[in-house]
Nanobody, 126 residues
Framework: QVQLAESGGGSVQAGGSLSLSCTMSGRSLRSYSVGWFRQVPGKEREFVAHSRRNGGYTYYGEAVQGRFTISRDNAKNMVYLQMNSLTPEDTAVYLC???????????????????WGQGTQVTVSS
């Protein structure tokens, strides 16, 4: 059974940076594509970034393109999200998700992922 655990959230001032980590246990990360999403109360879960299992291709949501970077270390079973130039609009709970058989057209759809972590809070103050 796949389990995901996020870490690295916290509070930062606008313009600052944070790095999030997502640790997979139970299976090899090598077999999974992984996405980062974020959620604010009362709003839909928003796609942030995605790392494909084959070739490591990456994709980003428009709101974070150019500021956030997703990366993975298959040997450590870990996925990272480096967040730079943070703004108060980036405040949310950040969740990682994984799936072994996802097609490219589904990477921005939360329901396409089989496994989810509990999330980590990121708060950006102005």
């Amino acid at each position: 059974q796949v389990q995901l655990a996020e870490s690295g959230g916290g509070s930062v001032q606008a313009g600052g940076s944070l790095s999030l980590s997502c640790t997979m246990s139970g299976r090899s990360l090598r077999s999974y594509s992984v996405g980062w999403f974020r959620q604010v109360p009362g709003k839909e879960r928003e796609f942030v970034a995605h790392s494909r299992r084959n070739g490591g291709y990456t994709y980003y949501g428009e709101a974070v393109q150019g500021r956030f970077t997703i990366s993975r270390d298959n040997a450590k079973n870990m996925v990272y999200l480096q967040m730079n130039s943070l703004t108060p609009e980036d405040t949310a709970v950040y969740l990682c998700a994984a799936d072994s058989g996802m097609i490219l057209s589904s990477i921005r759809t939360p329901s396409a992922y089989d496994y989810w972590g509990q999330g980590t809070q990121v708060t950006v103050s102005s």
